[in-house]
């Protein structure tokens, strides 16, 4: 079965520019989740959604950050523009909706602002 | 916010040995899982738990659910080098029940 889908998996691009990152969740997943990931803060959740509608976006750090779901088998996160602080390694995970399912993640894409 | 301590940072070990890893918190959670990340990789589910006191079993490793809830283990026995990477615990609270909190992380270095 595939998992959890993210592209590219690796994004080099100058400051200010815009950055969309891609994400598939495994089929029959419901709850699909952003994180991000850095050597000084660890594993953070960004926002997620369930059903196709964003729950909780309280992670989001800014206003230059936006995710999207526009259907159930596909979800973006864009920056726009872009900062060198924004370099990290950003998840994407999903799960089937009830509390207790646990998430899934998938390989990541290692972003690097200029 | 709900925040999680996982101990040790970092562990050198040689192959063979036994591993023991930890999370606590402040607060409780009803559920702990824990996950191991390679290099380059996302985090992968190694043990789910969701009842205080469950001990689970997966192959070498062996976590449990901590009685007051807001604790957890994580056992690997006779480490093997493919063992080597980066251990999270990640707890789900009460409030926010989708949300998981995750530890620092443990990183594991096997020497063979």
């Known amino acids: 079965d595939a998992g959890v889908i993210q592209s590219p998996r690796h994004e080099v691009t100058e400051m200010g520019q815009e950055v969309t990152l891609r994400c598939k969740p495994i089929s029959g997943h419901n709850s699909l989740f952003w994180y991000r990931q850095t050597m000084m803060r660890g594993l953070e959740l960004l926002i997620y959604?369930?059903?196709?509608?964003?729950?909780?976006d309280s992670g989001m750090p800014e206003d230059r950050f936006s995710a999207k779901m526009p259907n159930a088998s596909f979800s973006t996160l864009k920056i726009q523009p872009s900062e060198p602080r924004d370099s990290a390694v950003y998840f994407c995970?999903?799960?089937?909706?009830?509390?207790?399912?646990?998430?899934?993640f998938g390989d990541g894409t290692r972003l690097s602002i200029l | 916010g709900q925040q999680l301590n996982q101990s040790p940072q970092s562990m050198f070990i040689q192959e063979g040995e036994d591993v023991s890893m930890n999370c606590t918190s402040s607060?409780?959670?009803?559920?702990w899982l824990w996950y191991k990340q390679d290099p380059g990789e996302g985090p992968v589910l190694l043990i789910a738990?969701?009842?205080?006191?469950e001990l689970t079993s997966n192959g070498r490793l062996t976590a449990q659910f901590g009685i007051t809830r807001k604790d957890s283990f994580l056992n690997i026995s006779a480490s093997i080098p493919s063992d080597v990477g980066i251990y999270f615990c990640a707890g789900r609270g009460i409030q926010g029940a989708q949300k998981l909190v995750f530890g620092q992380g443990t990183r594991l270095t096997i020497n063979p």
């Open positions: 738990l969701y009842k205080a006191g």
């Open positions: 959604f369930n059903n196709n509608v964003p729950i909780d």
């Open positions: 607060s409780i959670f009803n559920t």
């Open positions: 995970a999903s799960s089937q909706e009830y509390s207790n399912q646990p998430q899934h």
